[in-house]
């Protein structure tokens, strides 16, 4: 089954939303596999956006990500991916749409809340780069699942 990281950014974490954001994830229909609330290692944060290293912005991101506690989760279902990118909504607060979770509550690009990953090979990236084999659950609802 698909499965995608999602990192709930130190201004989610500090504005209260990680319960909101669990919250549509899960009423989405979508199984959450992992999750732990940690400090970010420099290196950690290096390697995550090591695809904008040589981007201007690259060295406040990794000061922003590093600067306090982040959750990051693991989810897994059908389609997961694209699907996490849409509830979560554009990069870009301001212009994110209504209903999404930057475009409900944010306003800054370099405060945006969360992240997902991009795709399929990105978020197996991810998920390998942030946790351990041993920490990734397995596990199907005991009633009938109503959604798929
Ligand atoms: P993310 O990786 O955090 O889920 O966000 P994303 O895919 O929507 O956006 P991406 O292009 O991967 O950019 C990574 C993060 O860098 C910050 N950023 N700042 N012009 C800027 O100042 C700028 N552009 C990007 C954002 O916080 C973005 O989430
Ligand atoms: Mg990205």
Redesign the pocket.
């Known amino acids: 089954m698909e499965r995608t990281f999602i990192?709930i950014?130190p201004d989610g974490v500090q504005r209260g939303l990680t319960g909101e954001i669990v919250k549509r994830l899960e009423q989405k229909g979508f199984n959450l596999v992992a999750m732990k609330m940690m400090n970010v290692s420099r290196e950690l944060a290096e390697k995550h956006?090591d695809?904008?290293s040589d981007?201007?912005?690259?060295g406040?991101?990794v000061e922003?990500i590093t600067s306090a506690p982040v959750v990051a989760t693991v989810w897994e279902g059908e389609g997961v991916v694209a699907s996490a990118?849409k509830i979560?909504g554009?990069?870009?607060p301001l212009t994110a749409e209504p209903g999404t979770i930057?475009g409900d509550y944010g306003i800054s690009?370099?405060?945006?809340l969360?992240?997902?990953?991009?795709a399929v090979e990105t978020a197996q990236r991810e998920i390998a780069l942030w946790f351990e084999e041993s920490e990734l659950t397995t596990w199907k609802p005991a009633l009938q699942n109503w959604i798929y």
């Open positions: 990192m950014k956006y695809v904008h981007k201007p912005f690259f406040n991101l922003f990118r979560i554009a990069t870009n930057r690009i370099g405060r945006n969360i992240h997902g990953s991009d």
